[in-house]
């Protein structure tokens, strides 16, 4: 996807630091989470989900936070890479539904 | 790996005409979906299809859209009479099954209307 002109917040971190990409999502019956990166010209790719049942998964170098009280999730990366560069998404969905909400993202730069 | 399908990649259409978006789903996924993302916007859902029908649909889907599975294997969104705001990236999804679950996207058809 052609995030060109998106005004994203965007966040700015050095080659083999941690990133910790923040969102928080709109609807308190929501029970399944995913996120997601897309990188310029291409569509999103999935990383990482949670269930509402669970607080916190781990991936290969990535972890998701979930905080239900105040509908919160986090993405974090370890020791974040170029390759890294994108925007990333969450998205959720609620029972009953076949849709999901995308959020607004966030641009991660990877500084060398 | 099985991969989301899109054609075409880029279209430019003049305001008022119709334009067909074509995916091909991963083959044995039984839901599918399309959604947009407008420049400068988030990605938006549009519809998603099931068994043949539609399952769900957002207020963006009025009218001027249409979703059919001509065969088995190709997945299409219409839209009948395209206008000036129908400019975005339309992407392609589809999963295992419906709900909860991994969805798997295109790499998106660029609509251009002028």
């Known amino acids: 996807g052609e995030n060109v002109g998106l005004h994203l917040p965007t966040l700015s971190v050095q080659e083999g630091d941690n990133s910790i990409i923040n969102c928080a999502y709109s609807?308190?019956?929501?029970?399944?989470f995913i996120w997601y990166k897309q990188e310029s010209g291409k569509g999103p790719q999935f990383i990482i989900d949670?269930?509402?049942?669970?607080d916190k998964r781990q991936g290969q170098r990535v972890t998701v936070l979930l905080n239900k009280t105040v509908k919160h999730l986090s993405l974090q990366i370890a020791a974040t890479q170029p390759g890294d560069s994108a925007v990333y998404f969450c998205?959720?969905?609620?029972?009953?539904?076949?849709?999901?909400?995308f959020g607004t993202g966030t641009r991660l730069k990877v500084l060398a | 790996e099985p991969e989301v399908t899109q054609t075409p990649s880029h279209q430019v259409t003049q305001m008022g005409q119709e334009v067909i978006l074509r995916c091909v789903p991963i083959?044995?996924?039984?839901?599918f979906y399309w959604y947009r993302q407008i420049l400068g916007q988030k990605v938006e859902f549009l519809v998603s299809?099931?068994?043949?029908?539609?399952?769900?649909k957002s207020e963006i889907f009025d009218d001027q859209f249409s979703v059919e599975r001509p065969d088995g294997s190709n997945f299409t969104l219409k839209i009948r009479s395209t206008k000036l705001e129908d400019s975005a990236m339309y992407f392609c999804?589809?999963?295992?099954?419906?709900?909860?679950?991994?969805?798997?996207f295109g790499e998106g058809s660029r609509l251009t209307v002028l």
């Open positions: 949670i269930r509402s049942n669970m």
């Open positions: 609807n308190s019956a929501s029970d399944y």
């Open positions: 999804a589809s999963s295992v099954g419906g709900g909860a679950g991994e969805l798997f």
């Open positions: 998205a959720e969905n609620s029972p009953g539904t076949y849709k999901y909400i």
């Open positions: 299809f099931y068994n043949n029908e539609i399952s769900e």
């Open positions: 083959s044995n996924h039984l839901y």
